[in-house]
């Protein structure tokens, strides 16, 4: 080793620049509350999910939006490994904040997140993955 080289403190203890401190800012994405329409896509898939009547509406309605739950909205949501990107819908119930329930929109519908759906959406995602390899092959 030279001597600059053992005078010259390592990159990692140097101070961060501006621009790394920007690169480096964790995107924080800010709730808000759900529209009337995504009010109403929300009840009408759960309503569709449980096999419930329509005479059960104005009971669901009351259970997600009436008490002292919280109901948010992310515009942005994204996974880390960009499995699915877009809104999510969060009910965090009124008796434990142990009681959540997340909902995303995905394919024109408004559906509940489960282990099931996530496994579905990596499903598709390698799905894609495949064809575009194989698209990507019989480009060249």
């Not at 709730?31 to 005479?55: A, H, M, N, Y």
């Not at 669901?60 to 880390?80: P, R």
């Amino acid at each position: 080793m030279t001597k600059d080289q053992q005078k010259a403190p390592a990159d990692w203890l140097k101070p961060r620049t501006k621009r790394q401190e920007k690169l480096n800012k964790p995107r924080l994405i800010k709730p808000r509350l759900p529209t009337e329409q995504e009010q109403k896509e929300l009840i009408d898939s759960v309503l569709k999910k449980d096999g419930c009547p329509e005479e059960e509406r104005e009971f669901m309605e009351a259970l997600f939006f009436g008490g002292y739950s919280a109901v948010v909205v992310f515009d942005t949501y994204a996974t880390y490994d960009s499995e699915y990107e877009g809104k999510l819908l969060v009910v965090i119930g009124d008796t434990s904040p142990l009681l959540t329930a997340s909902f995303i929109w995905r394919k024109g519908s408004v559906e509940e997140v489960t282990k099931q759906t996530m496994k579905q959406i990596k499903k598709e995602m390698r799905e894609i993955d495949r064809l575009a390899r194989q698209h990507a092959k019989q480009g060249l």
